[in-house]
């Protein structure tokens, strides 16, 4: 058994060194997953944003990933594992990556990173995000035009700032047409598990809301919207599939531009640590199609993109209450990042409390 | 095709060494096969998988990182499944202990003194005990299931943590994400040696295996485990008691669980967040009965299984593949393993091709 | 339709999958075998069948493919720890690790794809039952099917001879085997009955409850099945009470929340978790009647000699 190990070995090692030589001269972009690279929402988004790169810059890189990454220990070993085969750019997709990011960062200085949804930068470590919210500004106004009863349901995953500004930026929205709307929000305490997050649509569903919105990854809570013909938001990616005549629109995820973009620079030597925060109008994320809706509602969607994307409208500017009816943001004003980045707290017309 | 068994008149010591090696080489053929149907190089494949994590420091380092919680829980696990005690509920006393050491680093942050990292220890044991001691109390004196009580209790485990990390104990100074502050230097676990980042856990881990060994093989106690486990009226006979046995494993894992999760945290983690383990407390049964619920059979099973972790993601790097495949490959090598154990009290008759016995009867 | 009605509609739906695993594992128990692998078969079911269901078009192609899977997947479960008697909690585990990474496997390509929904059987007239109606008689074919095998598992256990050699196995297969029962063949039906009921669960995810196939669906299902055997101290109806148990408090606090009370989500997320362990520790206190209903030999291996 021995000798057969040993015989093993020594020609796998062989065939690895030689692999190894033929790819020398491209460039390794590598991506830390913590989630299926099918899963349908987030991890997914980034795999197809993966392959786009490839797509673009595939004669001067290759890439290479690791899915299923448990955040914590596992993390610092999957990322010192990817830095140690010779990634020169590696990019970790989830908050939870951050610490174990950053501390991978200090101990390769000659290796890039880039962690997406963070706040904590170095040298050698750039963080990046999307303006989500800009998009849930544009549900909030269909949904208001939408809805005959004027209440959506919203099923979140877990408090963070980036789901509490998703749902402040939607009521926003639908208040600025209709200054009643209301949303209850339900927390499924989970990204991913279809059963629950159909549950969820159920609850808000047999409760009265008639438009349906989701912060969770699966295509459960837009097949119950279907079923019970409400119409609903896709989220992460286009799920129109799953509700053809359901489906106003959904936030699309669309990673690949800003991973080019990077890996540009990278190539050219041209690569600095950023915190960048791209919206709409630099394409990390775009809307599908507007579909199931009146033209009026539609052109109004069109139009506020339109705004959004020139920097005219901003989703956060003032007059805003905040939930107590304290004033937030005095007329005109508009909310800096840095508020919206650690937000935890909610505006008006919300029906829910948050954790304190 | 028929297969009988036919029972041993002592255990196979030779089998009891070869019987992992007949499953390696069993897994291998098979992986092998499976690596080669999806087009990829079975050679190199296994090669990553078994070898490549073994030949580089840090990645001993990361393997003993791994396995240290596999360990410490499995350990105190044994004594429970020896005594008939069915603990599944080690991931929710891992969250406690961690919980309860984190009080210190957490709420008390601007203590720093060299008690921390000791007291902190103890607290995370008392946690894990303290968890375990509800399937126990209600076991040993209301008569209630423990399968049951301790699963459900992990969940409530994992709910309490997510609240706390949201809600009380989110650092302040941390954006409203989801995380405590992070530990200061005095409550981290230090390094075992300089050459890279294995903490302490290991240590902790590898003393509890000789300790309970030396217990269950030297002492009255140990005596008194297996007697319970074996026949709850022989014990009873022997004077021993089996709601004491009851209390003490519990408690026993429980604080061994608790520890491995103060220690993951303070040593590895350095701060508590919504999700601490992959799953260890469940991982961690299957490296008990790996380790046949010997304490230094179990430090085995446990480097054996951390190391199908690491070698999972080096093949996934080095053969650009998806991690299902590889927990394919994991659970075979498992079943691979467990099924060759059989050959250690048994003699396997196949009906048409009666290999096994031949070479049987030569090792006697 | 009245909330009540709606909400006791999703509890339906979200307790049938727990209450199918669960009978087929408290068939396999009875026979002495504890099979942990419950959400790994589950796993294996659902992908099968949505599989099958999206290659003919027909859910119920669909249902058999998900109950042959889980029925096949057992079968390696019981090999290990009938025949080669390998120890059964360590090998449920490993099989629950293989049913993910397979099922991941060979459903990567369906990832994404809007499945066809089990249909529902409506009896005439019985559906026009004001409340009732919809509840029980709208329903598809594999919630008729849970009940239908629990009254089924019922009548075998307690009132056929082959029930009674079935637990007499599970008591103690010396005895039964010195009566000439055949413990292994027994035991092997009982492992397959556990497997085909577990893969008919995942059916039920991914063509009922959400009629799509995601990777690690059953998300922990199988493992509150296995609580539920153990809350139904092994008889099959309690199984119908605990699961419908869980369901309805899982399901109510989201209701609650979506009404709006201040309570923190996690608190009222471990409640099922609770509600389960305190109505056992309210129903085992007759020590004498939960050692009846135990299986004895519950885990023990069992070689014949010779």
Not at chain 1, 154 to 174: H, K, L, W
Not at chain 1, 205 to 221: E, K, M, N, R, S
């Amino acid at each position: 058994m021995k000798k057969i190990l040993f015989a093993l070995a020594t020609t796998a090692a062989v065939i690895g060194f030689s692999a190894g030589a033929s790819a020398a001269d491209k460039a390794k972009i590598c991506f830390v997953y913590v989630g299926s690279k099918t899963d349908g929402g987030w991890t997914q988004a980034h795999d197809l944003g993966r392959q786009e790169l490839e797509k673009a810059l595939g004669d001067k890189i290759e890439t290479q990933f690791l899915e299923n990454v448990p955040e914590g220990p596992d993390a610092e070993r999957a990322i010192e594992r990817l830095a140690r085969s010779g990634c020169g750019l590696i990019f970790t997709t989830s908050f939870g990556f951050m610490d174990a990011t950053v501390k991978i960062a200090a101990k390769f200085p000659d290796v890039k990173f880039e962690h997406a949804t963070g706040y904590k930068t170095a040298p050698n470590l750039a963080t990046y995000n999307s303006r989500f919210y800009e998009g849930r500004y544009i549900q909030g106004q269909i949904a208001a035009k939408i809805s005959q009863k004027g209440v959506a349901g919203y099923i979140a995953s877990f408090p963070i700032p980036e789901v509490v500004m998703g749902i402040n930026s939607f009521v926003t929205g639908a208040r600025s047409i209709n200054p009643d709307f209301k949303i209850k929000v339900v927390w499924a305490n989970t990204w991913f598990d279809p059963g629950k997050e159909a549950d969820a649509a159920k609850a808000l569903i047999d409760q009265g809301v008639d438009v349906l919105t989701q912060h969770t990854d699966t295509t459960a809570p837009m097949q119950v919207a279907a079923e019970r013909g409400i119409k609903a938001f896709g989220q992460a990616s286009d799920m129109i599939k799953a509700g053809p005549e359901t489906q106003l629109t959904a936030i699309v995820d669309t990673w690949g531009a800003y991973y080019i973009k990077r890996t540009q620079a990278f190539i050219d030597g041209k690569w600095e640590t950023t915190s960048s925060w791209d919206g709409l109008k630099d394409g990390i994320l775009t809307m599908a199609p507007y579909t199931n809706m009146p033209d009026d509602v539609k052109a109004l969607a069109e139009a506020t993109q339109k705004k959004i994307e020139s920097g005219e409208l901003k989703p956060f500017t003032g007059p805003l209450k905040k939930q107590d009816g304290s004033e937030w943001l005095a007329a005109g004003v508009s909310s800096d990042d840095g508020t919206l980045l650690g937000m935890n707290f909610y505006v008006e017309g919300v029906d829910d409390k948050l954790p304190q | 095709m028929r297969i009988e068994l036919e029972k041993r008149p002592d255990v196979s010591k030779l089998f009891s060494l070869l019987s992992p090696f007949i499953a390696l080489g069993l897994t291998l053929v098979f992986g092998g096969i499976m690596f080669m149907l999806l087009g990829k190089d079975p050679l190199s494949a296994l090669y990553s998988f078994f070898i490549e994590p073994l030949t580089e420091t840090w990645s001993l380092h990361e393997l003993a990182i791994k396995a240290a919680p596999l360990i410490l829980i499995a350990v105190g696990l044994s004594v429970c499944y020896r005594s008939n005690n069915w603990n599944i509920g080690a991931e929710g006393q891992f969250i406690m202990g961690a919980i309860a050491g984190s009080i210190l680093p957490v709420v008390f942050y601007e203590w720093q003194s060299p008690l921390v990292l000791p007291l902190m220890m103890l607290l995370g044991m008392m946690g894990g005990a303290l968890f375990a001691a509800i399937p126990a109390f209600l076991k040993a004196h209301l008569n209630t299931n423990e399968i049951l009580t301790s699963l459900m209790l992990v969940y409530v485990a994992q709910l309490f943590l997510d609240w706390l990390v949201r809600g009380p104990w989110r650092n302040p100074g941390g954006m409203n994400f989801p995380e405590t502050r992070t530990f200061d230097a005095t409550a981290i676990l230090p390094e075992m040696i300089a050459s890279g980042r294995a903490h302490w856990g290991f240590g902790f881990a590898i003393l509890a295996a000789i300790l309970i060994w030396f217990m269950m093989r030297y002492t009255l106690k140990g005596f008194e485990i297996t007697v319970l486990g074996q026949s709850e009226r022989a014990g009873r006979f022997a004077g021993f008691s089996s709601r004491k046995m009851i209390w003490f494993s519990m408690l026993l894992s429980g604080a061994l669980a608790g520890l491995a999760g103060i220690a993951e945290v303070s040593g590895a983690i350095q701060q508590l967040r919504p999700v601490i383990s992959p799953g260890y407390g469940f991982t961690a049964i299957i490296v008990a009965f790996l380790g046949r619920l010997n304490p230094l059979g179990i430090v085995v099973a446990g480097l054996v299984l951390a190391l199908t972790y690491l070698g999972g993601e080096a093949v996934q790097v080095s053969l650009q593949i998806s991690d299902k495949p590889i927990r394919v490959f994991q659970g075979l090598l498992l079943f691979f393993v467990l099924s060759c154990d059989t050959l250690i009290h048994y003699k396997i008759r196949m009906m048409w091709f009666d290999l096994t016995d031949t070479t049987a009867d030569g090792v006697r | 339709m009245g909330i009540f009605e709606a909400i006791l509609l999703t509890v339906i739906t979200a307790a049938t999958p727990l209450v199918l695993a669960a009978i087929g594992e408290l068939v396999t128990e009875r026979s002495g075998v504890l099979n942990l692998g419950v959400e790994g078969m589950m796993v294996m079911g659902a992908a099968c069948a949505f599989i099958a269901t999206q290659q003919t078009g027909s859910p119920y192609i669909g249902i058999l493919a998900g109950i042959a899977s889980g029925a096949l997947f057992s079968l390696l479960f019981g090999f290990l720890t009938l025949t080669l008697v390998a120890n059964q909690v360590a090998t449920g585990l490993a099989l629950t690790i293989l049913g993910l990474g397979v099922s991941g496997m060979i459903g990567e390509s369906y990832v994404g794809q809007s499945g066809i929904k089990l249909p529902q059987i409506v009896f005439p007239i019985l559906s026009d039952i004001p409340f009732l109606g919809p509840l029980l008689f709208r329903q598809d074919l594999i919630f008729y099917l849970s009940i239908a095998l629990v009254a089924g598992v019922h009548w075998f256990l307690f009132r056929s001879r082959a029930g009674l050699k079935l637990r007499s196995v599970g008591d103690s297969h010396s005895s039964a085997h010195a009566l000439g029962i055949n413990v292994i063949r027994t035991r092997y039906l009982a492992v397959m009955f556990g497997g085909a009921c577990a893969g008919l669960a995942g059916a039920q995810l991914s063509l009922v409850y959400t009629p799509q196939w995601a990777e690690n669906m059953s998300a922990g299902r199988g493992w509150i099945a296995l609580a539920l055997v153990v809350f139904a101290s092994w008889r099959p109806w309690r199984i119908v009470a605990g699961g419908y148990l869980f369901g309805a408090v899982s399901i109510s606090q989201l209701y609650a929340q979506a009404f709006g009370i201040g309570i923190p989500s996690q608190f009222l997320s471990a409640l099922p978790y609770l509600a389960t362990i305190v109505v056992l520790i309210l129903i085992s206190h007759n020590r004498r009647m939960t050692l009846i209903n135990t299986p004895a030999a519950l885990g023990k291996a069992f070689v014949p000699d010779r």
